[in-house]
């Protein structure tokens, strides 16, 4: 091998070193920590498996490129996230330069299940360096691991890390420098892996483990004593339950005084731009279509960013995988796999992310029932909509004592789409027939405290996405829709605001023959018409719908008093219930037909979601307004 390597030239640019290892073990907090903004991310060619690659410099001033594999149990691929890993290191992806260095992550406190990747590696013969990762929490449980031992039997570097501790991936960099200049190196082929059983993979982890680790009895450690609660048959649920409802509330009582400082800036903006600008077309596309508009979406901002900081913080302290076990058995009531809950949860921020997580599960019937009902989980883009209706008709009071009308609805609302799912997914699984699931297996790992830095870049990214989907579609839809609702304009003696006459409302009242059984006006359709692109954009529409509605000079404020006095409950009611079912998001609808590869799901998808939909605010509305709601 030496012989071998002193032939071999040193990479020509920057040596590309690969983050490899099991789910969870802090790979990518590994990545953001070396090299912190400076990353890309993108698709691997033709899948729509994440791809994040970034640069670093050393502290000796080398320079490498790193990418963040997707987690892998092993190199015999099951899932599509595994066969891209297998795919990048052994070099057989096309466009995909093989990585010269792997640096393979492994849970410290785990391992027994970790080493068994690092062997398979090892023998694709590429130059590895081994990271024990999450040594502060190995500690803490009293595993003490004797790294020079490990190094000896693994013939590999070593190394100790704190992916989550500043300072704490040094061990790594130094171990990378101490590997320059890097040569150029080819791995083995792939079937010199398979050419060794997982038995005698298992027995040769063993043997590594007895003489490198001391485990200090586990049992009794903190983790399992919280476990045998939060797993508890009765009382888990019931902590989901809570958890969730607080969680709820808090996205209402949170939100108010930074909702308050963003309409009251877009407002101060618009009084200002009508004081300062001659009365014209220009003025009312800035006040009325961008102001009235984006400004209507942008005040939900701070609701979505509290949603999230919970979901990121349950997902940090090593909650979620447990709330998939608790509904491992509620879902396998309705014939799904407890694997489903990860795509069914990452739906809850958008349904796209959710419907392309669906690929780790390997049953195909599941697979699409999970991708089909993955649209009806609450995603971000209805929050908008549920909390402007919700500010302007429910009233802000207590009930029982404790809770939050407002935030009970919004519950409500959550829970709605999931029911719904559940009772689709089991018409669904009737249709296709049965067949049973293997229990959920997961690894449960340790709980610890959130991290500030995950928290952070997690919120930042989500107020990006947000945000660039303010500026670009949704102004662009925005800016469309008041030219269509600005042209042709009032006709002599108009008894109406001039919106009425125009494109959008002659749109829009046409559609009041389809809507108007179920309780929606025609300002309402046109803000349909440009929300059928995406479920946001309908509060967008509806700020510049009402912004152009007003008669008279006064300044169109905020949205939900205008909807207040406009509208009556029954109608508010059947929004929300329109919103909870109706399928109004066209990338949705193009992520399925590009993830089943035909035409017949999506068509299903929008289909039956719009015949629930429009059932649902039949129902809604005729009952509300028979109660004199
Ligand atoms: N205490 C502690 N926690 C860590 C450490 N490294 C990572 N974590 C936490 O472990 C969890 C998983 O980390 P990730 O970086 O997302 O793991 P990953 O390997 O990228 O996971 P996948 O992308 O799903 O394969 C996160 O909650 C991290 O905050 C560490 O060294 N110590
Ligand atoms: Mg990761």
Redesign the pocket.
Same mark, same amino acid.
């Given at each position: 091998m030496g012989a071998v390597e002193k032939a071999a030239p040193v990479v020509a640019q920057q040596p590309m070193v690969a983050?490899l290892? /099991? =789910? @969870? !073990?802090?790979? $990518?907090?590994?990545? /953001?920590r070396l090299t912190g903004a400076r990353q890309k991310v993108a698709n691997y060619a033709g899948v729509t498996i994440e791809r994040k690659e970034g640069l670093f410099t050393s502290t000796a001033g080398n320079s490498f490129r790193l990418l963040?594999l =997707?987690?892998?149990y092993s190199l015999s691929a099951h899932t599509p996230d595994e066969e891209i890993t297998r795919d990048v290191v052994a070099g057989l992806r096309a466009g995909e330069r093989s990585p010269d260095v792997v640096a393979c992550?492994v849970d410290a406190t785990n391992l027994r299940l970790n080493l068994r990747l690092v062997l398979e590696i090892k023998r694709l013969g590429l130059p590895m360096v081994l990271c024990l /990762?999450?040594?502060?929490?190995a500690q803490k449980r009293g595993i003490v691991i004797d790294t020079a031992r490990l190094s000896q039997e693994l013939g590999m570097p070593v190394v100790e $890390?704190?992916?989550?501790?500043t300072g704490?991936e040094k061990a790594l960099v130094d171990a990378l420098d101490a590997m320059w200049p890097v040569h150029q190196s080819q791995a083995n082929p792939l079937s010199a892996i398979d050419a060794v059983s997982v038995e005698e993979t298992q027995r040769e982890v063993r043997r590594i483990l007895a003489l490198a680790v001391k485990d200090a009895d586990d049992r009794g450690n903190r983790s399992e004593k919280i476990d045998h609660f939060v797993l508890h048959p009765v009382i888990g649920p019931v902590i989901l339950a809570l958890l969730m409802f607080c969680v709820f509330q808090a996205v209402f009582s949170w939100a108010e005084t930074p909702m308050d400082m963003i309409s009251g800036g877009v407002e101060g903006l618009g009084a200002m731009l009508k004081e300062h600008m001659a009365d014209g077309v220009l003025r009312s596309l800035l006040v009325d279509g961008v102001l009235g508009g984006v400004g209507a979406v942008l005040v939900f901002l701070p609701q979505i960013l509290i949603l999230f900081f919970f979901i990121l913080v349950l997902?940090? !302290?090593?909650y979620l995988p447990r709330a998939a076990f608790l509904l491992d058995r509620l879902m396998g009531g309705v014939g799904l796999s407890g694997r489903a809950f990860i795509p069914l949860l990452s739906s809850f921020a958008c349904a796209i992310p959710g419907v392309m997580a669906a690929r780790t599960i390997q049953n195909p019937r599941d697979r699409i029932v999970t991708i089909m009902i993955a649209p009806l989980m609450t995603c971000s883009a209805r929050l908008p909509i549920y909390a402007l209706v919700i500010a302007a008709f429910i009233p802000d009071r207590e009930v029982w004592g404790v809770f939050n009308l407002q935030g009970l609805v919004l519950f409500c609302l959550y829970f709605a789409g999931i029911i719904s799912a559940m009772a689709v997914a089991w018409v669904m699984k009737r249709f296709m027939g049965t067949k049973r699931n293997r229990p959920l297996m997961l690894e449960l =790992?340790a709980y610890?405290w =959130?991290?500030m830095r @995950?928290l952070a870049i997690g919120l930042y990214e989500r107020a990006k996405i947000f945000l660039m989907r303010v500026g670009t579609t949704i102004l662009t839809l925005m800016v469309l829709l008041w030219a269509l609702s600005s042209f042709p304009g009032a006709p002599e003696g108009a008894t109406q605001p001039a919106i009425y006459y125009s494109v959008a409302g002659m749109l829009g009242r046409a559609l009041e023959f389809i809507f108007a059984p179920i309780g929606f006006n025609w300002q309402i359709c046109i803000a349909l018409v440009p929300g059928m692109a995406a479920r946001e954009v309908a509060v967008g529409a509806l700020g510049t719908v009402y912004a152009l509605s007003q008669t008279g000079d006064e300044l169109a404020t905020s949205l939900a008093p205008v909807i207040a006095s406009g509208w009556g409950m029954p109608t508010a009611l059947a929004l929300l219930a329109w919103y909870v079912f109706a399928p109004q998001c066209l990338s949705t609808l193009s992520v399925v037909r590009r993830e089943t590869n035909s035409m017949k799901y999506p068509l299903i998808m929008a289909g039956y979601m719009f015949a629930l939909a429009y059932v649902a605010t039949f129902i809604t509305y005729r009952t509300a307004l028979a109660l004199g709601a």
């Open positions: 983050l290892g /099991n =789910p @969870n !073990c802090g790979k $990518t907090a590994l990545f /953001n963040d =997707p987690g892998a992550v /990762n999450m040594v502060d929490v $890390t704190v992916a989550v501790k704490g997902e940090d !302290c090593g =790992p610890h =959130p991290h @995950n």
